[in-house]
């Protein structure tokens, strides 16, 4: 038979065994965090059925669709009726709409699956990744102290994901949105148009920012291109900002969404206090304006300080119904989202994420054949204990074992030869240390125990 | 917007956050089962190049999966290049035959995913469903006691996934291959047929297999029908039915390849001995096949004691070679394989997995609202101690935020009003045995750290 080329699709990540547990710890690190936070789990089906899923999508999304057929339905010559879900978000619409009367609200979700987008591939760009979301939900209303959750979140999860120093920047988009209003700027498609020349400014000057605010096709006046920029580029304290904007709120002529705005900025300041989260880690950003038009209130963005290239690394923000597509109730709610393929693949790239230690704490290593029964007997000992043991079962020399053992991140390896096994003895080798200890069998899981705990 | 109706793909399994949790427990036993028996983590694409996935796989398995392609491709009129994995061996093979340099053998993985198989809907039959799957690979060979380790991690993880009593039930496929070439039905074909006829035992009785053996179709003489059903049909103790085999071997006219089959499983057992897998808990039995030509020697099957009828829960064998459509090395291996959402379906059907506690361990609910800060507070607390916390940050009831509690399966109340706060205590209430205490608001994290832990 001619061989095939193994190969994986482009834009996949597909890890060694070692790089496989550095990321399985970094989601079991989020996953854990969420859990902290009274988040409950969900999953849902990788494809939806394409109608539910395409329902409210923009033309953007659909383009990036991948559809699912079984070979019947493509031998039928049919259109395929499913698709891979480019998000968390919908299904979780599709979800709270479809199981409503048996949630109770708020309700509080995670979500730790992959989500698929047919992308042109490139570096970095992946077609298949994990998404880390959680969500609040609420039924008709939510409190606005969850928006000040979302960011303690945060601020538990990348301590813990032990990623270096990092900054949540948040601003409720009402804030720029009656601004706007309250400039002349009313037209959706301005709107946004203006909204994204401002989400640049992580990337450009104020100047080029003003330029192209003022250019061909926004073509705004010097005073308001000015008015939007002493908002959005203003900078400092949390108190140094609220203080500017509440003196710009009191304002007789000001729009009213703005103030409201200000009032929530405010008052999830002071929640974000109240639950303890460092003001080092999070300042207010007025430049974040999130390019989607689903955000109504609160946003946020989360940067590493010392890899401001990489944009973003968690993001979310308010929304004011979440289903409106699948049921008349109305849904409000907060939450934001980590991409973890790709924060895993930049930091990888930085050399931030070094190998760990092994899941398999202890080899049992086989120096002679005619033992093999003791050496089943220590690993289902140590296994019964609780310390994730693997045994060489294939004879093999026993310097070649230590070298795999080392290779593979395990630290401990148990040794027993015709002699030892004589004396009742076995030899405990850490191989880090390249320390070797002699003690009795009796003792072999009591010692190792010890020291893997 | 006219509404869509919110439904999900039939054959998908979708469920409710407290049936997740108990899922998700069952997931995270078996994958601590895995890692204690020192296999290693893998994930690979949920999609597979079509022409990779599909070299070497027969007509059956074709029919049944689940083409992919983006929105481009469809559009141009493309053929699908990409499949979903319809079960995650072929998956093994390609990953250790793509990245075969850089992995250590013997290889021993681990993979816990999700597959997909179009088949045609019906009542416990998924289109989308977890399997759990061990395999170790040897490069060139691979040590016979690899064999043994397979029912000591299934005896491991039934124990520890708590649905009663199980028996893991075992053969050794050259028993049966030897045997039927010794008695002329050595073509391909025929054999598969036979074999077909003997897996049936376990649904029809001796006599019927007998009349089907001997009847239209295979045709066999009685005599050789006999000699089937004689050793098929073989019950008895570990050591009676080695006995019996043992006695058939040493006659001379028997075939080598049974002789091979009956020495392999008597080794087998020895070390099964040896790891302490009690003999409660496994036997031969000669009348497993394994409909798959994929195996070559030990095979297991894995039935719960009180539910026959499910049909084996986890099963697999040992095979000569993993990757021959990918690669030139010889990979053999052995593994096992549990399909854990038929598993989970069958089980809650029988009423078996009930609803445990709820992740989320404390509910601070909210009685005042001028005291937001305070729940806040004592929140960031509880977390920060490592306990499960969920506040109630929407004014409601305090009866409505226990019943909440309550139904959500969390144990543990904190109330605190300003009759309280004014002396600086809070109240503890247990949902489950409806005791309240009150207790210093300085205690608290203390006291229900102690109480969840």
């Known amino acids: 038979m001619a061989l095939t080329t193994p190969r994986t699709s482009p834009g996949t990540m597909e890890l060694l065994p070692r790089r496989q547990m550095v990321f399985q710890r970094m989601l079991d690190t989020i996953r854990r965090g969420f859990e902290r936070y009274g988040f409950v789990p969900v999953e849902t089906p990788v494809f939806e059925i394409a109608d539910v899923l395409l329902s409210k999508s923009g033309g953007e999304t659909e383009k ?41 609200f708020p309700f509080r979700r995670y979500q730790i699956q992959r989500v698929y987008r047919g992308e042109r591939s490139q570096k970095a760009r992946y077609r298949e990744f994990y998404q880390c979301d959680i969500d609040v939900i609420g039924k008709d209303t939510l409190a606005l102290a969850y928006d000040a959750e979302m960011p303690a979140v945060i601020h538990t999860l990348f301590s813990e994901l032990n990623v270096g120093p990092f900054r949540i920047h948040f601003n409720n988009r009402k804030i720029l949105l009656g601004l706007f209003e309250g400039l002349g700027i009313t037209e959706a498609d301005q709107r946004m148009a203006v909204l994204r020349q401002v989400d640049r400014l992580e990337k450009i000057s104020l100047e080029e920012v003003r330029s192209a605010l003022m250019g061909e096709g926004l073509g705004l006046t010097e005073g308001v291109a000015n008015r939007i920029l002493e908002v959005v580029g203003t900078h400092g304290t949390a108190a140094a900002v609220l203080g500017f904007l509440s003196a710009l709120k009191d304002r007789p002529d000001v729009n009213p969404i703005f ?157 027993m030869g015709l002699d030892e096994q004589a004396e009742d003895l076995v030899t405990v080798k850490d191989l880090v240390t390249g320390e070797q200890t002699r003690i009795p069998r009796g003792d072999v899981v009591a010692r190792l125990a010890a020291l893997v705990g």
């Open 64 to 104: 990036q669709v991948y559809f699912v057929q079984s070979t019947g339905s493509l031998e039928q010559g049919h259109k395929p009726d499913l698709a891979l879900r480019f998000d968390l978000t919908v299904p979780l619409a599709r979800y709270v709409a479809e199981h409503e009367a048996d949630l109770a």
């Open 259 to 415: 103030r409201q705005g200000v009032e929530e900025l405010g008052q999830v300041v002071a929640a974000l206090r109240a639950f303890k989260v460092p003001e080092t880690h999070w300042s207010i950003n007025l430049g974040i304006a999130r390019g989607l038009d689903y955000y109504t209130g609160t946003v946020y963005e989360t940067f590493l300080t010392d890899h401001p290239g990489m944009g973003s690394v968690c993001s979310g923000g308010r929304y004011d119904n979440l289903a409106s597509q699948y049921t008349k109730s109305r849904l409000p709610g907060v939450g934001i989202s980590i991409g973890l393929t790709r924060l895993f693949y930049v930091l990888s790239e930085a050399g931030l994420l070094k190998d760990g230690p092994s899941t398999v704490q202890v080899l049992v290593t086989q120096l002679d054949p005619t033992l093999l029964a003791d050496y089943l007997a220590i690993a289902a000992e140590l296994r019964a204990a609780g310390v994730n043991t693997e045994i060489q079962l294939e004879p093999a020399k026993i310097a070649r074992q230590f070298k795999y053992a080392d290779r593979a991140g395990i630290r401990y390896a148990v040794v």
